[in-house]
């Protein structure tokens, strides 16, 4: 299989305001653009995973079906940082047992929730 080894990954997410998308992702959560292509920005999350955003003017208003999540050891801090910034949340951090996870959901400008989560126990 190494072969077909994926070397990076992006996930990309239609926007109806590129503009006030990409100041939030910039500015508010702090993500690093690594491509500008004009009508799409894609920015850097963590290692080799990305995030990329498209103008589209048909976008519904409210994205169904899509969890982008930031999986960090500071989800207070995080909220906390959120909050100061005066993010939509969708739900406010606390345990989620069946899971094993810590987490909270907010929303992006283009309605997307975004989950901020720490797992009990390390990936492996």
Known sequence: MADRAVGQQIT???TRDLARTADFYERILGLRLARDQGTCRI????GSAYVG????????????????????D????????????????VKEPSDN???????????DPN?????????WEPLV
Not at 56 to 66: F, I, K, M, N, Y
Not at 111 to 119: A, C, L, M, T
């Open 12 to 14: 990309f997410l239609d």
């Open 43 to 46: 920015y850097h999350v963590s």
């Open 53 to 72: 955003f498209c103008l589209r003017a048909d976008t519904p208003t409210e994205p169904q079906g899509v969890v982008f999540t930031l999986v960090t």
């Open 74 to 89: 500071q989800v207070d801090d995080w909220c906390a940082h959120l909050r100061r910034w005066g993010v939509e949340f």
């Open 97 to 107: 047992p069946p899971y094993r996870i810590y987490n909270a959901f907010i929303r």
């Open 111 to 119: 309605g997307y929730v975004i989950e901020i989560q720490r797992f």
